[in-house]
């Protein structure tokens, strides 16, 4: 990997966990609960909502929460799967995760299968988005920007700050 993309990665990294930061705080006390992990396990029969595999299932948002698809840490959205998938899929929502190329999956089962089982745990827990509309939606994004960009500026501060103070 180019030195310049493991850097632009390692910053979005750090970018999506402010963002996950904010997220978790806006269902403070309403976000999932182990019950809620242990419904959405049987509902998929403890295996991976994308290839069936058993092994070392995590949970998965399958919208994720970050500052583009803003998805929600409660029941609906957090479904089994193995750590194979979860790295695959990334920072993706699951209908793109399940409509790529067969060619690219990795492993090779999930699918347009996999995206309507989700879809409809989704309306059987009753998930809901933050919000339905684009307008509500994009204030958000402006909303989480803003953190992101002040919270930067004061870690930069604090970097320099403390810099100052190591013995030398
Ligand atoms: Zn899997």
């Not at 320099?160 to 013995?167: D, G, N, P, S, V």
Request: net charge positive.
């Amino acid at each position: 990997m180019k030195k310049s993309t493991q850097k632009k990665q390692e910053k979005v990294g750090k970018i999506n966990t402010d963002v996950r930061v904010i997220l978790e705080k806006v269902d403070n006390g309403n976000r999932l609960k182990t019950k809620d992990w242990e419904i959405a396990k049987e509902h998929f029969k403890a295996r991976c909502v994308y290839c069936g595999s058993t092994d070392n299932l995590v949970k998965d948002h399958a919208i994720p929460m970050n500052a583009q698809h803003l998805g929600r840490d409660r029941p609906g959205n957090v479904v089994p799967a193995c750590r194979k998938c979860n790295y695959a899929k990334k920072d993706r929502n699951y209908i793109d995760f399940c409509s790529e190329k067969p060619e690219n999956r990795n492993p090779a089962k999930y699918g347009r299968k996999a995206e309507q089982a989700i879809t409809e745990f989704m309306r059987e827990q009753g998930y809901k988005g933050l919000s339905r509309n684009k307008a509500t939606l994009e204030e958000i994004k402006t909303i989480i920007d803003k953190a992101r960009d002040v919270a930067g500026k004061e870690r930069d501060k604090a970097a320099t700050e403390i810099k100052k103070r190591i013995a030398k």
